[in-house]
């Protein structure tokens, strides 16, 4: 405005709406400066229907997820193709040998490092002896495989007994994501401290489902 124009002031209500405008842009900006620099990930198999599956197990974790590999792996079908990604960040250079060592040929196993762009959210996320923070990693998975159409995250310690096929083929009936009921759920009603934590800091509206 130059100095001449003259405006009305602004209630506290305007002004606080207008900076609450300012603070959307301002984020939209930043989401699409770290959509440029995060670099995405692309499919493994460019002329082949592959499964695309997602785990985080850490270093330590790694001796579980050989049996979960393996067993997803005994129920394959080799004209299926799977491109399996592991989010990590300490897996020894052994053991990503061991793992890839146990791949049939319609199956692809790659590595990516996942770091969040401030790198002290780290030092936020709630972690214990036998939760590190390699679960959080999921949460990456829009921001990364953004050019895959469907994509299946499993936990690392798991045992497959059944091919995935018609679990791939579920309709997701205009639903941005499938998910499985946690096991924590039935006992939010024993343990109000847990439902407490789920609706207070993690805003979860019905923690009981």
């Not at 130059?2 to 207008?18: G, I, K, T, V």
Request: aromatic share 12%; with cysteine; glycine share 2%.
């Amino acid at each position: 405005m130059y100095p001449h124009q003259s405006q009305e002031p602004m209630s506290e209500e305007q002004a606080y709406m207008m900076y609450q405008q300012q603070q959307k842009r301002r984020g939209l900006e930043q989401m699409e400066i770290e959509k440029e620099t995060i670099k995405a990930i692309e499919p493994a198999f460019k002329d082949k229907l592959a499964k695309t599956i997602v785990f985080a197990p850490d270093n330590n974790y790694c001796k579980y997820f050989g049996a979960t590999l393996k067993s997803l792996i005994a129920n394959s079908k080799p004209h299926d193709y799977y491109d399996i990604i592991i989010f990590e960040n300490d897996i020894t250079e052994r053991n990503k040998k061991i793992l890839r060592n146990m791949l049939p040929d319609n199956f692809s196993l790659r590595f990516f490092q996942v770091y969040p762009t401030d790198a002290n959210i780290l030092n936020l996320l709630s972690t214990r002896e036998y939760w590190s923070v390699s679960m959080y990693y999921r949460i990456f998975i829009p921001l990364l495989l953004y050019k895959f159409d469907k994509v299946l995250y499993c936990d690392s310690d798991l045992v497959f007994n059944a091919p995935l096929n018609e679990l791939f083929e579920t309709d997701f009936e205009g639903n941005e994501i499938l998910a499985v009921t946690d096991i924590i759920t039935p006992i939010t009603e024993i343990h109000q401290d847990r439902k407490a934590h789920l609706e207070k800091e993690l805003g979860l509206k019905y923690p009981e489902r």
